[in-house]
């Protein structure tokens, strides 16, 4: 059974930053899409970035509204996603979500392709 477990959110000033981490466990083979997704209160949940893990490289997408501020990577024992947030604005905040699927990323609009999701982490930026 696969799980997935976030962590690394807190409150911090804007301009400041965070780092998020998305730790799997039970995955079998290493070709999975894994997305962070994030939901601010009434708003819906949107996708921020991916990382497919079967790539040589990690193949990666973005958000417009975090290009050049957040970047995800796969950690060396392939196991967990960072998320990296730096220049963080009041409009981050927001409850981060990972998600995992055992193929290929597709856009992150596709929210409902991914079938496990962690319990989220709450990140709060102040102005």
């Known amino acids: 059974q696969v799980q997935l477990v976030e962590s690394g959110g807190g409150s911090v000033q804007a301009g400041g930053s965070l780092k998020l981490s998305c730790a799997a466990s039970g995955w079998t083979g290493n070709r999975h899409c894994v997305g962070w997704y994030r939901q601010a209160p009434g708003k819906e949940r949107e996708g921020v970035a991916s990382?497919?893990?079967?790539?040589?490289?990690?193949?990666?997408t973005y958000a417009d509204a975090v290009k050049g501020r957040f970047t995800i990577s796969l950690a060396n024992d392939k196991k967990t996603v960072y998320l990296q947030m730096n220049q963080l604005e009041p409009e981050d905040t927001a409850t981060y979500y990972c998600a995992t699927v055992p193929r290929s990323c597709v856009p992150l609009r596709y929210k409902h392709y991914f079938d496990v999701w962690g319990q989220g982490t709450q990140v709060t930026v102040s102005s």
């Open positions: 990382i497919y893990t079967g790539g040589g490289d990690g193949s990666t």
